[in-house]
């Protein structure tokens, strides 16, 4: 079997490049390229213990050290947390982006006859396994990006109603959502009304005005005893009903924008 080193060398670089630059986007790192071809030029370089006879507990602790090292010379060293972040961000982006390679070269590779897997003897090219790499990792990068702020939008909420009923659920922090009602000037966090009904037995309703393009109503509010956010206590609330079923967007409630302003003050 032919091995061409100075291939096998491009693509590794080329891969490695690949990994560093996602791990530089990803924990937004904003170190110089030129760090990052270093780093993956140390990392296609190490290819020559491949050729040398070492047990593999010994080859895997020199690629760890290798790794070690791409990440020392790409991102550089301010502190251990630092570090342990940079070094699980590269694995995990490289089994991730190995194990689509991985898929897609069995998909091309092997047929199957029932539970029979066989080789037929074709194989996807270096080259498109080179430009598909890049697109995994931007879809990675894309979802990363959208998870984490979805994230930063969820908080843990505790409802305490007037008659003293607590309702735990996970709300969703709109920045849309800048309802106040004009006489108490207090702030509307939006509930479906399927969610509240164990809850609550409203006589006293409070109607809130709202707009949105081409269209206004008012909203149906309460008056609610506090609600708790990341251990804060927030009393300047009112809650206010929506028919819809917001359970099924994956929320219970919808903030009001004043929350994130409110928490950071608590804090």
């Known amino acids: 079997m032919k091995?061409?080193?100075?291939?096998v060398f491009i693509l590794n670089f080329s891969y490695d490049l690949l990994l560093l630059m996602t791990v530089d986007i990803v924990?937004?790192?904003?170190?110089?390229?030129?760090?990052?071809?270093?780093?993956?030029l140390i990392g296609a370089l190490s290819l020559g213990i491949l050729f040398i006879s070492i047990s593999n507990i010994l080859l895997f602790i020199i690629k760890v050290l290798v790794s070690i090292l791409m990440l020392l010379v790409a991102f550089g060293y301010k502190n251990i947390k630092y570090m342990v972040d940079n070094f699980i961000y590269l694995y995990m982006i490289s089994v991730i982006l190995g194990g689509f390679l991985y898929?897609?070269?069995?998909?091309?590779?092997?047929k199957n006859e029932g539970l029979i897997f066989y080789f037929d003897g074709f194989s996807i090219n270096y080259i498109v396994l080179l430009i598909i790499a890049p697109i995994i990792l931007y879809l990675y990068i894309k979802e990363h990006k959208k998870i984490k702020?979805?994230?930063n939008y969820n908080f843990k909420v505790s409802i305490?109603?007037?008659n003293g009923k607590i309702l735990e659920c996970s709300g969703f922090l709109d920045t849309g959502n800048k309802l106040k009602d004009p006489i108490t000037k207090k702030y509307v966090i939006l509930l479906s009304k399927k969610k509240l009904a164990p809850f609550i037995n409203i006589r006293s309703p409070i109607y809130v005005p709202y707009k949105v393009v081409g269209f206004s109503g008012l909203?149906?509010?309460f008056s609610i005893r506090y609600i708790k956010i990341?251990?804060?206590i927030l009393k300047n609330y009112l809650i206010g009903i929506i028919p819809e079923d917001i359970h099924k967007l994956n929320m219970d409630c919808i903030l009001?924008?004043?929350?994130?302003?409110?928490?950071?003050?608590?804090n």
């Not at 091995?3 to 291939?7: A, G, P």
């Not at 009001?256 to 608590?266: G, H």
Request: proline share 0%; aromatic share 16%.
């Open 27 to 40: 924990l937004k790192r904003f170190v110089k390229f030129k760090r990052l071809l270093i780093g993956a």
């Open 103 to 110: 898929f897609l070269s069995l998909e091309f590779s092997y």
């Open 256 to 266: 009001n924008y004043k929350i994130m302003e409110d928490i950071c003050l608590e």
């Open 230 to 232: 990341n251990n804060c």
């Open 219 to 221: 909203v149906e509010c």
């Open 3 to 7: 091995i061409y080193l100075d291939l």
């Open 160 to 162: 305490c109603f007037k």
């Open 149 to 151: 702020s979805i994230h």
